[in-house]
């Protein structure tokens, strides 16, 4: 089999995968990193995906993977058709550090991008505690309530819980004290 030939095979893949991909994305409702993120914070606080609070790019993503095997295709045919570098030996070599080179670029680009732009207004658990915040449904006793509180400039709610067990009524000025999973406690200031 001609090596031009296996260069040609290895673009039209690669650019097929990618022009599949993007018409199809939609329809499965998927990002473009294969994972479905979920969401629906509903205004509470959440957890999110880790210490940097954003979902990332895989080295071995489909996009990556597509971006290397289009590469080495495109360069492997350019390369295959200079007299200098037409030797497989030669040619191979040379569209492999190229696709490695365009596929990281593409990996450095997308998470750029997702740097930039998963930026949210969800707070960051970890740095409500010691925070005001209102009461806005009574804490009773032994029971849940409702607070509300505002960091960055946004209004959030979540459950709450007394933390000395005493009941708190309704527009009162609370301490967060500490957050178990999605549950806040509070103490009187």
Same mark, same amino acid.
């Given at each position: 089999?001609? @090596?031009f030939?296996?260069y %040609?095979?290895? #673009?039209?893949?690669?650019?097929l $995968? /990618?022009?599949?991909?993007?018409?199809?994305?939609?329809? $499965?409702?998927?990002?473009?990193? *294969?994972?479905d993120t979920? *969401?629906g914070?509903?205004?509470?606080?959440?957890?999110?995906?880790?210490?940097h609070?954003?979902?990332? #790019?895989?080295a071995?993503?489909?996009?990556?993977?597509?971006?290397f095997? =289009?590469a080495?295709? *495109?360069?492997?045919?350019?390369?295959s058709?200079? +007299?200098?570098?037409?030797?497989?030996? @030669?040619?191979?070599? !040379?569209a492999?550090?190229?696709?490695?080179?365009?596929?990281?670029?593409?990996?450095? %680009? $997308? &998470?750029?991008?997702?740097r930039?732009?998963?930026?949210?207004? +969800?707070? &960051?658990?970890?740095t409500?505690v010691?925070?005001s915040?209102?009461?806005? /449904?009574?804490? /009773?006793?032994e029971?849940?309530?409702?607070?509300?509180y505002?960091?960055? *400039?946004? &209004?959030?709610?979540?459950p709450?819980r007394?933390?000395n067990?005493?009941? !708190?009524?309704?527009?009162? =000025?609370v301490?967060?004290? &500490?957050?178990v999973?999605?549950q806040f406690?509070?103490?009187?200031?």
């Amino acid at each position: 089999m001609d @090596l031009f030939l296996v260069y %040609l095979i290895c #673009f039209g893949v690669g650019l097929l $995968f /990618t022009l599949a991909s993007a018409l199809m994305s939609h329809d $499965f409702g998927h990002d473009v990193t *294969g994972h479905d993120t979920g *969401g629906g914070a509903d205004g509470h606080a959440e957890a999110g995906f880790g210490s940097h609070d954003m979902p990332g #790019f895989a080295a071995l993503s489909p996009t990556t993977i597509a971006s290397f095997v =289009t590469a080495f295709g *495109g360069f492997g045919m350019i390369l295959s058709k200079i +007299e200098a570098t037409q030797s497989p030996w @030669l040619s191979a070599p !040379i569209a492999s550090l190229g696709g490695f080179a365009i596929a990281a670029s593409v990996l450095w %680009l $997308f &998470r750029a991008v997702f740097r930039k732009t998963q930026g949210s207004s +969800e707070s &960051r658990v970890a740095t409500l505690v010691g925070m005001s915040a209102s009461v806005i /449904t009574p804490i /009773t006793a032994e029971g849940v309530g409702e607070i509300a509180y505002v960091q960055s *400039g946004t &209004r959030y709610s979540a459950p709450a819980r007394a933390e000395n067990s005493v009941a !708190i009524a309704s527009g009162a =000025t609370v301490k967060i004290t &500490r957050i178990v999973g999605t549950q806040f406690y509070v103490s009187n200031q």
